[in-house]
T-cell receptor
Framework: NAGVTQTPKFQVLKTGQSMTLQCAQD?????MSWYRQDPGMGLRLIHY???????DQGEVPNGYNVSRSTTEDFPLRLLSAAPSQTSVYFC????????????FGSGTRLTVV | QQQVKQSPQSLIVQKGGISIINCAYE??????FPWYQQFPGKGPALLIA?????SEKKEGRFTISFNKSAKQFSLHIMDSQPGDSATYFC???????????FGSGTQLTVLP
C-alpha cells in the first residue's frame, strides 16, 4: 500500500500563477483533508471532504479550491498564488474523519515569489 | 484563536533524560487528544492518543498524562534517545466535528 501520495514534492510559483496540488490515497478512506504547516503555527485545516462530491471549508480556506470526484483523489487548487501561501501543504485521510486514525502524506513544499 | 496551546516551542534533552511537552485546550467538547511525531521532510505520524475518561496512557517509553479539570495534557518521553529528535504536535478533536485542531509544535533535540 502506498498510503497517501502527494505530488509534487516541491514547487516554486510566481505571484498570480495557479496550480493544483495532487493527493491520492489507496486505503478507501472516506475522509480526506488538506492542511498547511507554517513555522510556529502548527497545522491548520484548509478544506476537507467526507466523501466523493462533498467538501467543506476549514480554518483557512481563502485562496484555495477543492473538489472530490472520486474516493481516491482530493486535489487542492491555488487560484492565484500569493506570497502568503508559501508553506508546506499536507494531505491527510482517515476512515472516519473524527480526528481518529489520520494518515498524512509526505507534503508539498510551495514557494510563491 | 488558538484552541490548543503547546509549549515549549523547542526542547533540548540529554540522552536518557525525560522529555516533557505540555498542551492546554479551551474547548471542553474535545473528546480525543492525539500526539503526532514528525521527522524532517515527512508528514506527521500518530504516536499515541488518549480520551478524557482516563488520566494516563502509556505505550513503551511514551506516556500521555491528562488533567480534565485543568484542561491540560502532556507527553512524557522516558529514556529519551537521539532517534526521538523530531517535531511533536499535540492535537484535539470532538466526535461531532470533522476537524483535528493542532498545537503549534515542539522541536525536540536529544543530544547523544
Amino acid at each position: 500500500n502506498a498510503g497517501v501520495t502527494q505530488t509534487p514534492k516541491f514547487q516554486v510559483l510566481k505571484t498570480g500563477q495557479s496550480m493544483t496540488l495532487q493527493c491520492a490515497q489507496d486505503m478507501n478512506h472516506e475522509y480526506m483533508s488538506w492542511y498547511r504547516q507554517d513555522p510556529g503555527m502548527g497545522l491548520r485545516l484548509i478544506h476537507y471532504s467526507v466523501g466523493a462530491g462533498i467538501t467543506d471549508q476549514g480554518e483557512v480556506p481563502n485562496g484555495y479550491n477543492v473538489s472530490r470526484s472520486t474516493t481516491e483523489d482530493f486535489p487542492l487548487r491555488l487560484l492565484s498564488a500569493a506570497p502568503s501561501q508559501t508553506s508546506v501543504y499536507f494531505c491527510a485521510s482517515s476512515y472516519s474523519g473524527q480526528g481518529r486514525g489520520y494518515t498524512f502524506g509526505s507534503g508539498t513544499r510551495l514557494t510563491v515569489v | 484563536q488558538q484552541q490548543v496551546k503547546q509549549s515549549p516551542q523547542s526542547l533540548i534533552v540529554q540522552k536518557g533524560g525525560i522529555s516533557i511537552i505540555n498542551c492546554a485546550y479551551e474547548n471542553t467538547a474535545f473528546d480525543y487528544f492525539p500526539w503526532y511525531q514528525q521527522f524532517p521532510g515527512k508528514g506527521p505520524a500518530l504516536l499515541i492518543a488518549i480520551r478524557p475518561d482516563v488520566s494516563e496512557k502509556k505505550e513503551g517509553r511514551f506516556t500521555i498524562s491528562f488533567n480534565k479539570s485543568a484542561k491540560q495534557f502532556s507527553l512524557h518521553i522516558m529514556d529519551s534517545q537521539p532517534g526521538d529528535s523530531a517535531t511533536y504536535f499535540c492535537a484535539a478533536s470532538r466526535s461531532s466535528a470533522r476537524q483535528l485542531t493542532f498545537g503549534s509544535g515542539t522541536q525536540l533535540t536529544v543530544l547523544p
